[in-house]
């Protein structure tokens, strides 16, 4: 699985830089990309890489693969398992996004005329939210499948555990 998804890790943070720079044209009001192809390129890439992501978290929290939705404490696991700088740079950008389109939709709704830089400045703030997460989480996925999480007891714990659950022992990680 790791090689599947180190590819793919490339791929999100390509798609965060094409976002970034069609967001900062589009807020210079350049419209950098036509609306049809690249922006169903991005659009298409963002909402893909979910598939693997999903996978990716549920590997993390030491499901099994799988392509069901991740319960809220998965996700929670999944948050704690990322460094927090990562962590940081995701919710900084869905924070941006939320604000991008609160102004989006006040734009759209006092009637003013949207143009390509506008609907592009509305998109890429989604993508940029979506590439960054699907970057991290990936990530974070190569960073713990590097390592096994180990009782020095003996005791089997999950792979997010920082302490045994069975005897309170802190956690190593030993290459895997
Ligand atoms: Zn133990």
Redesign the pocket.
């Known amino acids: 699985m790791r090689s599947v998804i180190r590819p793919l890790v490339a791929v999100a943070v390509i798609g965060l830089c094409v976002s970034f720079s069609v967001h900062v044209g589009a807020l210079l009001g350049i419209a950098v990309t036509p609306l049809a192809g690249w922006m169903l390129a991005l659009q298409g890439s963002a909402i893909l890489l979910a598939c693997p992501t999903i996978m990716a978290g549920h590997l993390i929290v030491g499901d099994s693969m799988d392509l069901t939705y991740l319960s809220s404490a998965d996700v929670h696991a999944v948050l704690q398992a990322c460094s927090p700088a990562m962590r940081n740079v995701m919710y900084g950008f869905f924070a941006y996004a939320l604000l991008n389109f609160a102004f989006g939709a006040w734009t759209i709704s006092t009637g003013a005329h949207v143009d390509d830089a506008g609907t592009l400045r509305l998109f890429s703030g989604h993508w940029m939210a979506f590439f960054s997460a699907e970057a991290v989480i990936m990530a974070t996925y190569l960073q713990s499948a590097a390592t096994v999480a180990r009782?020095?007891?003996?005791?089997h714990?999950s792979p997010t555990a920082n302490f045994?659950e069975?005897?309170?022992?802190p956690v190593e990680r030993v290459p895997a």
């Not at 009782?151 to 005791?155: D, E, L, Q, S």
């Not at 069975?166 to 022992?169: A, E, L, P, S, T």
């Open positions: 009782c020095p007891n003996g005791h714990v045994c069975v005897c309170g022992q």
